[in-house]
């Protein structure tokens, strides 16, 4: 019996199949996608940039950091920042129920 990993190695079309997976395809895709800065993401988010950097240090955003001169330079991808947003982003639970009727508020405030 070969062993799984020789065979993935030895083997074009086990290789093949795997560089079509779906995880490749979005590892892929993201490795193109460019850097955009602090200024684009909040555009992108409809927050102010300082909101973005603040969410950046509490690493609830995923931000690359470079040294400037005097701070930290931070570049993004949106399609990581959409999601990293979306994963802590308030999400409500139901609906607001109905308020009374006017007649009934009448009657029970005396």
């Not at 684009?40 to 969410?55: D, G, P, W």
């Not at 990581?80 to 994963?87: I, T």
């Amino acid at each position: 019996m070969q062993d799984t990993t020789t065979a993935f190695h030895h083997n074009p079309s086990a290789r093949q199949s795997r560089l079509g997976s779906g995880d490749y395809a979005a590892f892929r895709d993201t490795q193109n996608e460019q850097f955009v800065d602090a200024e684009t993401v909040a555009a992108f988010l409809s927050i102010r940039r300082a909101e973005v950097l603040k969410l950046t240090r509490e690493r609830k955003i995923r931000g690359y950091a470079y040294k400037g001169r005097l701070r930290h330079v931070y570049r993004y991808r949106l399609s990581e920042v959409s999601e990293d947003f979306a994963s802590f982003a308030y999400q409500p639970k139901g609906t607001i129920a109905a308020a009374a009727p006017v007649s009934q508020r009448r009657n029970s405030n005396g």
